[in-house]
């Protein structure tokens, strides 16, 4: 069952056994005290997805003109993609479901098309775009997903 946190996740399963640890309460209650800076940037993402893909593209336009004006859809179709999910994961506080859910998939799939570098310097633009259009702690909750996108892709 798919809940807004992970430990409730995994203890959903085995209820009827199990209480919560004091370690998982704690990690509850950090999730409490900041889902309202993830929930902003939820909502963020969510609203500014089309101009901060536009904008990325634009910026790796410059560096790589050959594939955007092969891959243009493509690369808004993926670029929107990590952003929906990034979002999701922010407002989850879950790293592992970004990387489960999205980077694993996206990764093979930009390594069979050979663009990894390519898509690799996209995120860091998207990142740039980000930390322009979006406040400083909305963008710092992003930027580890960010890094992770890069980082997935380079170590292909």
Request: proline share 2%; net charge negative; glycine share 0%.
């Amino acid at each position: 069952m798919l809940t807004m946190h992970r430990i409730l996740d995994e203890k959903a399963n085995d209820i009827g056994n199990v209480y919560l640890t004091d370690s998982d309460l704690l990690s509850l209650e950090r999730f409490a005290n900041n889902f309202s800076v993830r929930l902003k940037t939820y909502n963020l993402l969510r609203d500014c997805s089309d101009e901060i893909t536009m904008r990325s593209l634009r910026l790796l336009a410059q560096q790589y003109p050959e594939l955007i004006q092969k891959q243009l859809q493509r690369c808004k179709y993926d670029m929107s993609n990590v952003i929906r999910y990034m979002s999701l994961s922010i407002l989850r506080d879950d790293e592992l479901f970004f990387r489960e859910t999205l980077m694993d998939w996206l990764t093979n799939i930009i390594n069979s098309y050979q663009v990894t570098k390519e898509c690799s310097t996209a995120y860091r633009l998207m990142q740039s775009v980000i930390d322009e259009m979006l406040p400083a702690e909305c963008a710092a909750l992003i930027k580890p997903y960010s890094e992770m996108s890069k980082s997935s892709l380079l170590n292909v």
